[in-house]
């Protein structure tokens, strides 16, 4: 099935300790469709200044994206500068430009509205609801945000939950939105509110998915170099979705690959500027870390070990 | 086959955000002990003052520790007393007092010296060469450390890991040895200054084993309450060496299975002051928990899965 992803569509200007990239093609939509696109058919919808590289996105067509949605008006893109520290786990933001981004209302064209799958990036949740609003029958909308809403926008947020299947965010946001340190209970209280499903990224140290009465653990792959962390978690997210919405499911089984799927995704958006790495990515090269990914993690139980004392 | 364990034996007080412990047993050669004996019999050398309820490690010799190499001084006993903070991450040293642990020379008994599997806690590098002079042949060497040494003991610690085959560090400690904020490269740094395997705990966080050509990642357990982390990295080095030694292996699957083990002790540690945790474990709770840790990380890959663009 596809999925409506809808977006920050950015240039970011990034510089990490080894290399510097200038207004490279970037935001939430671009780096979760980079990574659907190869499971499942994505349809975009966001909003760009004059000045956008639509042509850099054309891969995403070129597999099966539908970049109608993408609407294009006069003024300047949303624009986000950053650096890297040393360990490229934080960040500083030197520049936010809102530009077109400041006036986005969504607008879901006719052929979009019967989507089943809905994937709403990081964008103001009054925006989140008036898509939501336009969408005839979701079956799986997920859903990420920032402590930027979580603080500004609470009611709006939190009422967006009940409307929510999967929420996807990282270990502080959730911890944030809950006010509660411990992540387990933080995901039981989100669950409370609406989502079933509570994907918590935790970055270099992998992410946990808590269903009902289970939960799940993927690490994050471990990698000798990290290039650009920008987009790791939109990338995660698009594997996430997209690996679901390509198998039109949600059972335990699915749900367990597709943590996995994002966890790959996210690893390999990290290995290059934007959303490079992803452009060209054989289907072959995802299943190969896949299985690194089983690897790492799998072990065999041994009934009988240790001493019963 | 049994463990020859030297360490710190000491007494702690400890404040939660939820409870206070005062004067409890502790120490790395304790936490390591009451999770090893759980799989094999452990020798311990420690040292103590006179103040120290010895009769509050009984439990140790009811399921096999030889506690022989406890040698009891005129004078106090290691104290150490600290503060968790709110989300139990982070702590501050309230105080510490060498006591009797100042002129600490381990000296192993005669019966100890023909030990095959040795773990050596967190002491002076100095010590811990101390204590393999007086080993006839040891087989397999853990050995933890912290960042005093590595700053202070720096030149002694290098020589030290040319004679041991495990390193058991945490993520900080290892990135401060190696000088390199990647752990892959910090674990790969180590790996060349002798050991064949080195174990990198990272908390809540889970911890990865490093061998020649593969690592083995296994998650924290995810717990709702964390009551004290006190001795959660011996613990785990407890179930890790303990295992190993009690299979008398160190095949890829049996260092799997002991990663989890380690986890799963540590897990176990934290849910009460103290070993108090630990001290009527049955063996059931261990394998219980270890078939949890299988299912939060346990998937199917799905040959065949995506799109081939």
Known sequence: ???????????????????????????????FSAAATLFTPVQVVGVVGEDYPLEQLEFLRTRGADLSGIEQ??????????????????????????????????????????ARYVFLGNIDP????????????????????????????RAALLDLLGRVRVLIVNDEEVRQLAGEANLLK???????????????????HGAILFADDWLFF??????????????????????FVGYLASVGSMEPGDLRRAMV???????????RFSVDRLIDLPFGDIEVRMAQFRDITAFETHVGAGRNV
Chains 1, 2 share one sequence.
């Open 126 to 153: 009054a925006l989140q609801h008036d898509v939501l609003d336009q969408v005839e029958s979701p079956e799986v909308v997920a859903c990420d945000t920032m402590n930027y809403w979580i603080d500004s926008s």
């Open 261 to 271: 799927y994002g966890s790959v995704m996210g690893s390999y958006a990290v290995e």
């Open 73 to 114: 008006r006069s003024g300047e893109s949303f624009f986000w500068a950053g650096r890297y520290h040393f360990d490229l786990n934080t960040r500083d933001t030197l520049e936010t430009k809102l530009g077109v981004f400041a006036d986005f209302e969504p607008k879901i064209p006719d052929a979009f509205r019967g």
């Open 1 to 31: 099935m596809s999925i409506l992803c809808v977006g920050s569509v950015a240039l970011d200007s990034v510089e990490t300790p080894f290399a510097k990239a200038d207004r490279v093609v970037g935001g939430s939509a671009v780096y």
């Open 186 to 204: 933080a995901a039981r209280w989100v669950q409370k509110k609406g989502p079933e499903i509570v994907v918590v990224k935790k970055g270099e």
């Open 218 to 239: 993927v690490p994050g792959f471990p990698l000798e170099e990290v290039f650009d962390p920008t987009g790791a978690g939109d990338s995660f997210a698009g594997g």
